[in-house]
């Protein structure tokens, strides 16, 4: 059993990608979703409605991010 969960390994891209995101500090994606907020409601107020929806909705993924940021700090990848 230990042999088939230990099969399915990160692939190269991803640990080159959670390395350089581990160098990170957690608040980078925090500021980020915080930023596009921001920018969001400034575009709404300007009455750019459309861009400011599409800027508005990075902030979920931004936050995602965050989180999957301090997993793989905490816990490492494989």
């Known amino acids: 059993m230990e042999k088939l969960a230990n099969s399915h390994g990160e692939g190269k891209v991803a640990e080159m990608i959670e390395d350089q ?12 979703a915080v930023g596009a907020m921001s920018i ?12 400011g929806l ?3 909705q990075w902030a979920a993924p931004f936050l ?4 999957y ?3 793989v700090k905490q816990h490492g990848h494989d």
């Open 54 to 56: 599409f800027i508005g």
């Open 64 to 67: 995602l991010f965050g989180i």
């Open 40 to 51: 969001s409601l400034a575009l709404t107020l300007m009455r750019k409605k459309h861009a």
């Open 21 to 32: 995101t581990a160098k990170l500090p957690s608040d980078t994606f925090l500021w980020a």
């Open 69 to 71: 940021n301090k997993l």
